[in-house]
T-cell receptor, first 113, second 114 residues
Framework: AQSVTQLDSQVPVFEEAPVELRCNYS??????LFWYVQYPNQGLQLLLKYLSGSTLVKGINGFEAEFNKSQTSFHLRKPSVHISDTAEYFC???????????FGPGTRLSVLP | ETGVTQTPRHLVMGMTNKKSLKCEQH?????MYWYKQSAKKPLELMFVYSLEERVENNSVPSRFSPECPNSSHLFLHLHTLQPEDSALYLCASSQDTGRANIQYFGAGTRLSVL
């Protein structure tokens, strides 16, 4: 079984500053990794995913994430955030056979003017 | 617009009521899911349907009863709920339940049980 840890429950950051949202996972098998974003009063929307290949993955809205197998991490980054990035961000892990899909507890990103 | 529509968006019900949540996907997917999102807790997978057959049921109380009449529609029938069942209920769909498939989520139904 997999588990996902998002160490920061809340991250406040000023507009145009860089941000990193941390995600660590544990798994005994190979995994696929995902970041989802949930804007207020909406469902989850896929930001980016890592399935294989390059460990640096680019997603929508200027976000990117880097898969680090040795550290079992998949941190999400954006070099310059906007007010509109204020949302909840969820890291998720799926086992290679697709049988287990686990979400982290979420990180609430608040972008301040 | 993700192609997954949930109705109603908000629902308030008493503990003795019976209500149903509806989910419809316009993506041609074969798998559909119900999740429960409670405050300060990770997203909880409740049910998984693949080609209208239930393939996963994660120890959900019997007061929640899913129904999948076809691959485009998924219902969650609710009866005699408890206040702790108040949460955001999210529906998702994917091409199938295979390993690399992406799940697309609806906007959710915000349920309040009084």
């Amino acid at each position: 079984a997999q588990s996902v840890t998002q160490l920061d429950s809340q991250v406040p950051v000023f507009e145009e500053a860089p941000v990193e949202l941390r995600c660590n996972y544990s798994s005994s098998v190979s995994v696929y990794l995902f970041w989802y974003v949930q804007y207020p009063n909406q469902g989850l929307q896929l930001l980016l995913k890592y399935l294989s290949g390059s460990t640096l993955v680019k997603g929508i809205n200027g976000f990117e994430a880097e898969f680090n197998k040795s550290q079992t991490s998949f941190h999400l980054r954006k070099p310059s955030v906007h007010i509109s990035d204020t949302a909840e961000y969820f890291c998720a892990v799926k086992s290679w056979d697709g049988q287990n899909f686990v979400f982290g507890p979420g990180t609430r990103l608040s972008v301040l003017p | 617009e993700t192609g997954v529509t949930q109705t109603p968006r908000h629902l308030v019900m008493g503990m003795t009521n019976k209500k149903s949540l509806k989910c419809e996907q316009h993506l041609g997917h074969n798998a559909m899911y119900w999740y429960k999102q409670s405050a300060k807790k990770p997203l909880e997978l409740m049910f998984v349907y693949s080609l209208e057959e239930r393939v996963e049921n994660n120890s959900v109380p019997s007061r929640f009863s899913p129904e999948c009449p076809n691959s485009s529609h998924l219902f969650l029938h609710l009866h005699t709920l408890q206040p702790e069942d108040s949460a955001l209920y999210l529906c998702a769909s994917s091409q199938d339940t295979g390993r690399a498939n992406i799940q697309y989520f609806g906007a959710g139904t915000r349920l309040s049980v009084l």
